[in-house]
């Protein structure tokens, strides 16, 4: 007979199928009406564009999910723990020194191949203008990671390895935005899906690695995704996210030991580690 612990983490475990499900499902029904209704959608609504509330809703929906999810399966004590993940700090230089100057070292070599390197907003604009912007993309992408990452990563890895989990993750992450590929109105509209995915798929890879190093920390795996959108960098489409690539390459071989083995993989949902921070 199974003891309660492990029906505990079965019933956990199956969370990442709604997850998904319901993730998928608030987003893209969001994009619908923008889709098949274009115009209807647009005089009602207002084009959908990167700060358009309803694009903040679709961006919010993984958290969203994930933080329905938990209180669902261990209520307001199951949220603090949660939560606590935001106070977990602790990772080696070689991680901090990849997430301060790995990303603008990425972006501007990937802008220097496409012969672009002094478009960088960075380089251009007045500081009055970045700071908002700066702030918009704080609390924009980065808050995906409170489901991607804190809540489908811990439940992928309890039962393939960490790597797989990684690409799995990477690859359904990819794939949720496509509608905004498709939207001549958004930032992706700009892009070709194919490198995104490629990249995509590559820095999930990397945040997994991360991830488990950091024990499940949601600060460093927000700032990992801010940095991805960092309006401060150029625009290095498609080099930006071929050097992604060539980067998991690295951190894979690097971090091959904790990747291809489930002894570092972060499983536990709602944060014992963040009981030892707090």
């Not at 702030?135 to 811990?154: K, N, Q, Y």
């Not at 390459?249 to 002894?263: D, Y």
Request: hydrophobic residues 55%.
């Amino acid at each position: 007979m199974a003891s309660a612990p492990d029906e505990q983490n079965r019933a956990q475990t199956v969370l990442v199928v709604p997850f998904f499900l319901l993730t998928f499902g608030l987003a893209w029904s969001v994009f619908a009406p923008f889709l098949l209704w274009p115009e209807w959608a647009e005089e009602r609504l207002g084009a959908l564009h990167g700060r358009h509330p309803l694009f903040f809703l679709a961006v919010y929906a993984p958290a969203l999910v994930a933080i329905s999810l938990v209180w669902r399966s261990a209520g307001s004590r199951g949220l603090r723990h949660y939560f606590g993940r935001l106070l977990l700090f602790r990772a080696s230089l070689a991680w901090y020194a990849f997430l301060v100057f790995g990303f603008p070292l990425v972006f501007f070599a990937g802008a220097l191949i496409k012969g672009e390197a002094g478009s960088a907003p960075l380089l251009k604009e007045p500081w009055m203008t970045l700071f908002p912007l700066a702030l918009i993309m704080l609390v924009l992408g980065p808050v995906e990671e409170i489901g991607w990452r804190g809540f489908a990563l811990p439940l992928l890895q309890r039962f393939l390895l960490p790597f797989w989990s990684g690409l799995v993750l990477g690859v359904i992450w990819a794939v949720w935005h496509l509608p905004a590929f498709v939207l001549g109105t958004t930032p992706q509209a700009a892009w070709e899906f194919l490198p995104f995915f490629i990249g995509s798929v590559s820095c999930s890879i990397i945040l997994t690695a991360l991830f488990n190093h950091a024990r499940g920390s949601l600060a460093l795996s927000m700032l990992f995704h801010f940095q991805m959108n960092n309006p401060l960098w150029p625009d290095a489409q498609p080099y930006d996210m071929y050097l992604f690539a060539a980067a998991s390459c690295l951190v894979v071989w690097m971090n091959r030991a904790g990747l291809f083995s489930s002894r570092e993989a972060v499983t536990d949902l709602f944060g014992d580690e963040a009981e030892t921070a707090r």
